[in-house]
């Protein structure tokens, strides 16, 4: 089994531009190219050795892209610590524990990696049932990692029967089977004994939004008796989570009409009541506009939408965005109803999240109080000392 792909010769050593050791030793695991004293060629993923800006010390070890302006990941810290198949294995062995440290049989849809959050850097791997998809985050991860090795190792670690890669090349997605056949139809899973079937090959992500699962959760507490409306709600995570929850009724709406499709499937696949759910296919900001002048008003109301930055120079734009939003979100609140908002945009950090959904609540002429604030769950860690990595905000409020 190989889990890293073979290099010949000694590896690359990369010197420092600056002093980021004590950010480097504190567990930021990124260097980019500009913090490096000189870009030599080598294929990307290149196994190379990180060398300071004073004494030239080694003080890491990862692998290099010269084309990303993200020129080096770290793979360890540790003197001298060896990036060969030992030591990915036992990366491989602790990721794995922490899932069965967390999840049961009710469970069987996870992410299994979770990058540099699991000491993988560029690695992604979500779980759905009987298969496994794989994401490599760019040339320099697919140049280090050894997609047939992973498969392999999933194979046998896991009930995993396929494993299909789903990696960004410059822009677009390309699949590949590495075990198995591609899944031509839905996969089934279960989250929290919820069961959900995804397109793993043309839904987005990998297929699902695995990294809602705790705030879905959430959502079950609090649908008793409501009726719920679910904004961008994709293939219904939240909608059935709400309608197992004891929720009256359910409309999810989405502006694409295949998740649509599969929302509607994902409701059916859990025995709810047919006539208590429906999906509407529409611009969520024109709906909330259309039922605010209609005065229709929902007792539960949540809005999740694509993230809103690409960029640190969108912030303001998408803080403007997410304040309209949830103003036109509170607007079709019952007095006392609950509202949610997520964020999914990792350069808009949780205060500034809070502080558009006050703004936001404000414009609707209306006070909210903060009942819960969630985030992604454990199978997603990040490194303490890379916030870039925690992107998910999740505000549960009650508008009165
Ligand atoms: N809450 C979902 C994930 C939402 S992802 C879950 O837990 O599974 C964001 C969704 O918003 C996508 O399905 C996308 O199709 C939809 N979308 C994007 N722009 C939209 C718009 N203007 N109106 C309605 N839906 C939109």
Not at 29 to 44: S, T
Not at 168 to 191: D, K, M, N, Q, Y
Request: glycine share 10%; aromatic share 10%.
């Amino acid at each position: 089994m190989t889990l890293v792909q073979p290099h010949s010769g000694p590896p690359l050593q990369l010197r420092l531009a600056r002093d980021l050791t004590r950010s480097i030793k504190r567990g930021h695991p990124w260097v980019y190219a500009e913090a490096l004293r000189q870009l030599p060629p080598a294929p990307p993923g290149a196994p190379a050795l990180l060398l300071d800006n004073k004494k030239g010390r080694e003080i890491a070890r990862g692998f290099y892209d010269p084309h990303s302006p993200l020129a080096f990941r770290v793979c360890t810290t540790a003197p001298g610590e060896k990036l060969n198949e030992r030591w990915a294995q036992k990366r491989f062995e602790r990721a794995l524990a922490l899932r069965r440290m967390l999840f049961d049989r009710r469970t069987t849809g996870f992410r299994m990696f979770n990058g540099e959050g699991d000491g993988l850097p560029g690695l992604v791997c979500d779980i759905y049932g009987d298969g496994a998809v794989l994401q490599l985050d760019g040339a320099g991860p697919s140049g280090f990692w050894h997609a047939p090795g992973i498969a392999e190792w999933l194979a046998q670690a896991l009930p995993v029967k396929w494993v299909y890669e789903r990696s960004r090349v410059e822009g677009t997605i390309v699949g590949h089977s590495w075990l198995g056949e591609t899944p031509s139809a839905p996969v089934h899973f279960l989250e929290n004994g919820v069961s959900f079937a995804v397109d793993v090959v043309r839904g987005q992500k990998t297929g699902f939004f695995l990294d809602q699962r705790d705030n879905r959760q959430k959502i079950r507490e609090v649908a008793a008796g409501r009726r719920v409306l679910n904004g961008f709600g994709y293939t219904g995570g939240f909608s059935i989570y709400a309608g197992l929850g004891g929720a009256r009724h359910v409309t999810t709406v989405d502006l694409a009409a295949p998740a649509l499709a599969a929302a509607q499937a994902n409701w059916a696949l859990n025995d709810l009541p047919p006539a208590m759910h429906e999906a509407v296919a529409a611009d969520a900001f024109e709906f909330l506009a259309e039922a605010a002048g209609q005065e229709t008003f929902w007792d539960l109301v949540i809005v999740d939408p694509p993230s809103f930055a690409a960029s640190q120079a969108a912030v303001p734009k998408a803080i403007a965005a997410y304040q309209k939003l949830i103003g036109a979100a509170a607007g079709v609140t019952a007095p006392d109803g609950l509202l949610a908002a997520a964020s999914c945009s990792s350069h808009v950090g949780l205060e500034a999240f809070l502080r558009a959904c006050e703004e936001g609540i404000s414009l609707a002429r209306r006070k909210a109080t903060a009942l819960y604030l969630g985030g992604q769950p454990a199978d997603h860690p990040t490194p303490l000392a890379l916030p870039e990595f925690r992107y998910l905000k999740f505000v549960l409020m009650r508008v009165e």
